[in-house]
T-cell receptor, first 114, second 113 residues
Framework: DADVTQTPRNRITKTGKRIMLECSQT?????MYWYRQDPGLGLRLIYY???????NKGEISDGYSVSRQAQAKFSLSLESAIPNQTALYFC?????????????FGEGSWLTVV | DQQVKQNSPSLSVQEGRISILNCDYT??????FLWYKKYPAEGPTFLIS?????DKNEDGRFTVFLNKSAKHLSLHIVPSQPGDSAVYFC????????????FGSGTQLTVLP
């Protein structure tokens, strides 16, 4: 079983709809992240959370919100999806006690907004 | 403004030869560098890292070199194998940013049999 699990893995939604991507982890890490990947732009940070009571905006948070329901769960919401939010989304975790803060990624969620 | 740059979107190498993937950075505060490998339909996986106190780190077929004065790092894969075909991302962090990783745009490596 994957240490970082994302659901759904693929989703097609319509413009204006609300969509939630869920992430759960069994690594016991305090830090969790949401990234999106776009061709030619690499991985960009949307939101991150250092613990259940800590939520921080990343590089591209506009149009997104997150919820840290528990240490192991971190969900990403698109309140009103738009086509340029079509991307591959990754949840990730890390343990800051590790050297350099190595991040561990989930398998990704493909989101298409039509 | 991209702080971590991978200027080669793609690289093709013959099996058995050396693959060299390059990465440049602009923020002199970065003190820890990582390489991730990503296969299609999978999440990126950690490959190798290097601290700024070193100029080389080796792990099997993979070696990362760091040139701090040039703000440049490279990943060498010797010998290259078809299974190495993937997208490679470099990333950097520093303690002042709570160790947030800044990623490059990735390089697609294709190892030809």
């Amino acid at each position: 079983d994957a240490d970082v699990t994302q659901t759904p893995r693929n989703r097609i939604t319509k413009t204006g709809k609300r969509i939630m991507l869920e992430c759960s982890q069994t690594k016991g890490h305090d830090r969790m992240y949401w990234y999106r990947q776009d061709p030619g732009l690499g991985l960009r940070l949307i939101y991150y959370s250092f613990d259940v009571k800590d939520i921080n905006k990343g590089e591209i948070s506009d149009g997104y919100s997150v919820s840290r329901q528990a240490q192991a769960k971190f969900s990403l919401s698109l309140e009103s999806a738009i086509p340029n939010q079509t991307a591959l989304y990754f949840c990730a975790t890390s343990d800051p006690r590790g050297t350099g803060n190595t991040i561990y990624f989930g398998e990704g969620s493909w989101l298409t907004v039509v | 403004d991209q702080q971590v740059k991978q200027n080669s979107p793609s690289l093709s190498v013959q099996e058995g030869r050396i693959s060299i993937l390059n990465c440049d950075y602009t923020n002199s505060m970065f003190d820890y560098f990582l390489w991730y490998k990503k296969y299609p339909a999978e999440g990126p996986t950690f490959l190798i890292s290097i601290s700024s106190i070193k100029d080389k780190n080796e792990d099997g077929r993979f070696t990362v070199f760091l040139n701090k004065s040039a703000k440049h790092l490279s990943l060498h894969i010797v010998p290259s194998q078809p299974g190495d075909s993937a997208v490679y991302f470099c990333a950097a962090s520093f303690s002042g940013s709570a160790r947030q990783l800044t990623f490059g745009s990735g390089t697609q490596l294709t190892v030809l049999p």
